[in-house]
């Protein structure tokens, strides 16, 4: 149980403090709340609510870059932030949650039903990190997802301005965790679809990519099959549904996505 | 008697004061030096506790003491339900609650407490503390059929199979009734899940010790039944303890069971009188509070080609949890409702309530009802679609008629309810235009429209006792103070009961003010509020209060003004002669004057208590419209209207508040919340507000409550029950628009999406090949 | 493990304030323990109820997972702050009172004060966006029906528009000319 709190001053001071029985609290969405086991586990708070340069958004070349500690409510407001990102921090419902949940931190969190994550990595979105040696990293979102440093420090995300990205969550009331999020995004390269299972994780669905792209005209009962038969996809019977309906939503939402970003009518 | 109150929208009393954030609810009252009490929760569903070795927590800084189920000395074996207490030993509730248990029963049952000086240490010891206790594990069952079994564990030694009750009903004869010919058959077996109360406020008490007693302050709906609890559960005489109920943050039935009271009371006591403090946390009041029974039916009916009832039958499986709590009194509601409801000669009925290893069943706003009404109702719908009749048409046809009079609880339905009911929610709604307009709808967005009805009462006579107290006391500038056993928990009887004062004693509203705080050592005895019961009791002996009141004023003016009795009025605070209309003094004057006058000085209060022997039908309906996205497996709803008959309506403004609240939670427990248990382990799974899924403002519709006043000669001033009846039917009538829409009748809840998604697919709605397949291979 | 204490010096319902607190302490302590400032309720401690919320700098924020040194420099309101030193309620806290949006006053509060915010932004809501935006809070007694109706009023008469206000209470029922598909 955590019994030291530091208010970092700088990105270097929090990254310099982090150890294994240390945890970085963010917005303080997930570390503040009763029962979080990342606040059990640790015997430190680093808090970055001080820590300079973080929070700014800048638009340059086409790609706008947002600071780890902006809130979700500040990528709801700005005028630079391109509006899917909007979108993807509106499935926050609560207005008085999203004036503290981080952009950084809900990346940190990885979580299965991440509100932003599908989005920023359909859309290519790119991350600064700053790591215990003081060194700049860079990554996409989808690499650290899998990869990432946890001791390193997210300073800053990096998405295109002008792309075509559409995003869906389900969730049963307007509240509760989602049992799929998922998005499309339009670029050079084809559509490009990305979601965050429950339970499963954060998954890049290659085969449904190719298989649009050999044939943009696929029917939805063979994306359904398809997805159903995949034996890549570890999804199970949970209290958020069963594995044939998660496949049958990731289907269809995929099938959806896809016609609406190639500008087809559904 | 005025009706200058008596059902204007009055603001109620404690509106402003909640809206500056000044009133105190429990948690607000206690002093910051009461120490804290953490809860030692089991993690097995059924074990024994072998040993719990405290050491480590102990040197948890700030940790004061820590107990265990091996510090109870003496077993005192307790009931918890909020009923009153039955002098007949066979009519009591089952004593089989311990303070904490080395025997625990399901997950989260309590085997030990941790008090700390702050939260933080308190959390620290527990989790500590979890770590260190020995289980032997035991088999476990969760479902209620399969706890019936031959083999299965057994919960309760006095209670084989796990049954704690079975009763049956029969009237006429089935087997005869069914070889009628021509009849038609429709069966199905009906399942209600079960969800949890999710009051705002947790529950939470507080303890310490005064004199030789031990005081209890705690957000409960029931302080004098809390009262004679905790001294049965600590082997105590019940006078040495008093407890006080302040300002509720909701309670909606699982504060009508007694929780934590005498575990916080047996520490005070233990701990010398300390000022100790016990607040559930959320995910602690999921599990270890109480929850809703789940209840599967099997219902089957014979009907006749003009859809008359020929024979009915019904089987109900009522999973009660791991205690008794409020035992078969659930199942058995919805039993004699059984043919009440829908009227036919011929019955059969049987009803179980059983033991599994889950977390406790209790009172849930419906009391049993919401289940039945669901089970009823959608096989009216069957029954309906099976004989090819207009469900609404079916339902008038075959309802309780109006002069149907009940032998046992000699309630009788006075007035035509149903059809006033259904008349009026099909206008506001325009249900006959759109059930024409949604039949043979095609396409992936369907809309659907349906009504369901329900069956409740009024209080609980003659089940058990029901008696009401109430005491006036009036100021020197004849203002009163009023005291009632019946608790204010955000419905309004404090309101409700001010008004009916102000009315029958003749005094302006702005003189009436509610003691809102129960204290057992000073308001009459009460049972609390529960079953509906608060307008409809409070009511008598308010009244009853009310007039003896006015008797001694009136006595009074008669002594001041010289005039006989039978010439003076009490009228918006001033004595009337009624004779010539004349102000003769003001109430003011006249209580100051029996106050102070040396020729017979008199202190102007009154109190009494009135025993009820009445009980009173009170009925509503539920439209509901649904916009069905087929292949998104999701329901929109568009319109939910609720019309109910709760006779006299006392305070529209408080009424309507009370209709939505209840088509509120029917909302959910149509669409979205349902407490589940991973079958492995018996833990539950989503015991938190983000997992367990409550409707948010988003999900919810405009809400609208309209009134149908039949007033009830029974009542004392014309009411009928409406707390519980608004939840009843609003699961069935959304259950049935959705059938309307789609054709697809589903017979469990919640109507997820992904319970939606299986009964589609299997309806062949939605395309999913797969599924085809397997079905042409079974084909084969 | 020592524990490790801070002073904090902030505003709260105008006035300054200098607090010393366990560094681990949220908000709602500080706010609730050390200022008596009951108001601020406790109903789950994660952010979803909303009971807790308080405005600090203009904003809502979930007091329970808020830090309470977090706070330093901040300008805090809360329930307390809203009435007026003479006992004059705020608009928003009568509309509540009038339009019968308590009940058992539990969730009032936390919902009294993200409707300040919603109400004195300045902006006109759409029904939908109404919802949104009071989605944050949740309640058990009202089906937010009330609730809805005291915002929706209060926010159309700051914005000057009375006629409209007065007719959000018909208890009509809503039509719903298109229909809306969950995409």
């Not at chain 2, 199942?331 to 977390?359: H, M």
């Amino acid at each position: 149980m955590a019994n030291q709190l530091l208010m970092a001053k700088s990105p270097e001071e929090a990254v310099a403090a982090k150890n294994a029985s240390a945890v970085f609290v963010a917005g303080g969405t997930e570390v503040n709340r009763l029962g979080s086991d990342a606040a059990a586990a640790a015997d430190t708070l680093i808090s970055l609510k001080k820590c300079a340069g973080l929070k700014d958004i800048e638009e340059d070349a086409g790609f706008v870059t947002i600071g780890s500690m902006c809130t979700f409510q500040q990528l709801v407001e700005s005028e630079k932030v391109p509006s899917y990102l909007k979108e993807a921090a509106l499935f926050m419902a609560s207005r008085t949650k999203r004036n503290m949940a981080t952009i950084g931190g809900n990346i940190a969190s990885k979580r299965s039903d991440s509100y932003i994550i599908p989005t920023l990595m359909a859309a290519g979105a790119s991350m600064k990190l700053l790591t215990a040696g003081g060194k700049e990293v860079k990554t996409w979102v989808g690499e650290y997802i899998d990869e990432g440093d946890s001791d390193a420090l997210i300073i800053s995300v990096t998405v295109p301005k002008d792309m075509k990205v559409i995003s869906k969550r389900y969730a049963n009331t307007a509240q509760s965790h989602a049992v799929l999020t998922m998005s499309a995004a339009l670029g050079e390269h084809g559509v490009r679809l990305d979601g965050a299972v429950k339970n499963v994780g954060l998954l890049h669905f290659c085969d449904l990519e190719a298989t649009f792209r050999e044939d943009p005209d696929v029917s939805e009962d063979k994306i359904i099959e398809m997805v159903r038969v995949c034996t890549g996809l570890h999804t199970a019977d949970d209290m958020f549904g069963s594995d044939e309906y998660k496949r049958y939503l990731i289907a269809v939402t995929a099938y959806d996505l896809h016609k609406r970003i190639t500008g087809k009518e559904v | 008697m005025s009706n200058k109150y008596i059902g204007q929208a009055v603001t109620r009393l404690d509106a402003h004061d909640k809206a500056m954030g000044r009133i105190k609810y429990t948690d607000d009252m206690c002093d910051k030096s009461a120490l804290v009490i953490r809860v030692l929760h089991s993690t097995v569903a059924n074990g024994i506790v072998k040993s719990i070795d405290t050491s480590e927590a102990e040197k948890v800084p700030g940790v004061v003491r820590i107990f265990t189920c091996f510090d109870i000395k003496e077993k005192h074996y307790f009931p918890t339900a909020g009923h009153p207490w039955s002098t007949d030993p066979h009519h009591q509730d089952i004593a089989d609650r311990l303070i904490m248990t080395d025997h625990p029963l399901f997950y989260g049952d309590d085997i030990g407490a941790v008090v700390a000086e702050d939260e933080v240490a308190a959390s620290q010891a527990l989790r500590i503390l979890e770590k260190s206790v020995v289980y032997e594990e035991l088999p476990f069952v969760l479902d209620a059929q399969e706890a019936m079994e031959e083999g299965a564990p057994l919960l309760h030694e006095k209670f084989p199979n796990n049954v704690l009750a079975h009763t049956e009903i029969h009237m006429g004869s089935v087997e005869e009734a069914i070889k009628e010919p021509g009849l038609i058959k429709c069966e199905g077996w009906y399942e209600t899940q079960p969800v949890q109360h999710c009051h705002i406020e947790n529950f939470i008490c507080y303890a310490y010790g005064e004199g030789d007693r031990t005081v209890v302050v705690s957000s409960t709906q029931i302080p004098h039944i809390a009262r004679r609890v905790i001294g049965q559960a600590t082997g105590m005489d019940w006078g040495k303890f008093r407890v006080i109920k302040p300002y509720v943050g909701g309670g909606f039935g699982n504060k009508q069971d007694v929780l934590y009271e005498p575990l916080c009371a047996w520490i005070s006591i233990q701990l010398g009188g300390r000022l100790v403090k016990l607040d559930v946390p959320r995910e602690e009041t999921f599990i270890s509070n109480r929850i809703r029974h789940a209840i599967k039916y099997h219902i089957t009916s014979w009907m006749r080609p003009d859809g008359s009832f020929a024979a009915r039958t019904i089987k109900a499986w009522c999973n009660n949890g791991a205690y008794s709590s409020h035992g078969h009194a659930i199942a058995a509601k919805g039993l004699n409702a059984f043919p009440q409801l829908y009227p036919c000669d011929n019955i059969d009925g049987e009803t179980w309530t059983v033991y599994t290893n889950r977390s406790v069943a209790g009172a849930m706003r419906g009391y049993g009802m919401p289940q039945a009404s669901y089970a009823f109702e959608v096989h009216a719908e069957d029954c309906a679609r099976a004989i090819g009749m207009d469900p609404l048409e079916f339902r008038r046809k075959n309802l309780m008629p109006v002069g149907y009079y009940h032998a046992f609880s000699k309630n009788e339905l006075y007035s035509d309810t149903f059809n006033q009911c259904f008349d009026k929610g099909a206008e506001i709604i325009g249900y006959y235009d759109k059930v024409k307009k949604y039949a043979n709808q095609t396409g992936d967005i369907r809309r659907g429209i349906a009504a369901s009805t329900f069956w409740y009462n009024t209080a609980v006579y003659p089940i058990a006792l029901e008696t009401s107290s109430c005491r006036i006391v009036m100021n020197q500038d004849g203002s009163v103070q009023f005291q009632l056993g019946e608790t204010e928990i955000g419905q309004g009887a404090d309101t409700v009961a001010a008004q009916m004062i102000a009315d029958t004693v003749g005094i302006p509203l702005s003189m009436v003010h509610p003691v809102s705080c129960q204290d057992t050592d000073i308001t009459p005895f009460g049972t609390g509020v529960y079953a509906s019961r608060g307008t409809y009791t409070l009511g008598f002996s308010v009244r009853q209060t009310a007039l003896l009141l006015k008797e001694k004023i009136l006595e009074a003016a008669h002594q001041f003004t010289r005039m006989p009795v039978y010439n003076l009025d009490l009228i918006d605070g001033k004595i009337v002669r009624t004779t010539d209309g004349r102000e003769l003094m003001t109430i003011g004057e006249l209580a100051l004057s029996k106050l102070y006058t040396t020729e017979g000085s008199q202190h102007l209060t009154a109190e009494s208590t009135y025993q009820i022997k009445s009980n009173a039908y009170s009925f509503g309906v539920c439209f509901a419209e649904v916009e069905v996205d087929i292949p998104m497996c999701r329901v929109r709803l568009l319109n939910i209207v609720n019309v109910h008959d709760c006779g006299q309506v006392i305070n529209p403004l408080l009424a309507a508040g009370q209709v939505h609240g209840g088509q509120s939670m029917g909302i959910g427990y149509a669409l979205s919340e349902k407490m589940m248990w991973d079958a492995k382990t018996g833990r539950p799974l989503n015991n938190n507000l983000l997992d367990y899924k409550m409707s948010s403002f988003m999900d919810h519709p405009r809400l609208v409550a309209d009134f149908v006043e039949n007033y009830e000669p029974t009542s004392a001033y014309g009411t009928k029950g409406l707390g519980e009846p608004p939840v009843c039917p609003v699961a069935p009538a959304i259950r049935n628009a959705i059938g309307q829409a789609t054709g697809v009748y589903i017979n469990e809840l919640p109507l997820s999406p992904h319970t939606l998604f299986r009964e589609f697919t299997d309806a062949g709605l939605i395309n999913d090949p797969w599924r085809k397949e397997e079905q042409g291979k079974e084909a084969k | 493990m020592a524990k490790q204490y801070k002073v904090v010096h902030c505003t709260v319902n105008g006035k300054e304030i200098e607090q010393v607190v366990d560094v681990r302490s949220s908000l709602t302590d500080m706010l609730r323990n050390d200022l008596h400032l009951t108001s601020v309720k406790k109903g789950c401690e994660v952010g979803e109820c909303g009971a807790c919320t308080v405005i600090i700098n203009g904003e809502g924020f979930n007091s329970c997972i808020y830090l309470a040194v977090w706070a330093e420099g901040k300008e805090i309101w809360t329930l307390e702050g809203l009435t007026g030193p003479g006992g004059e309620l705020s608009d928003i806290q009568q509309a509540f009172v009038d339009e019968g949006a308590i009940q058992c006053g539990f969730c009032t509060p936390g919902f009294i004060m993200t409707s300040w915010e919603i109400v004195n932004s300045g902006k006109e809501y759409t029904d939908d966006e109404l919802r949104k935006a009071l989605s944050g809070h949740l309640c058990r007694c009202t089906g937010y029906e009330n609730i809805f109706r005291a915002v929706k009023k209060t926010m159309l008469r700051h914005l000057g528009k009375y006629e409209e206000a007065e007719l959000v209470n018909s208890q009509g029922i809503t039509e719903y000319p298109e229909p809306m598909p969950f995409k």
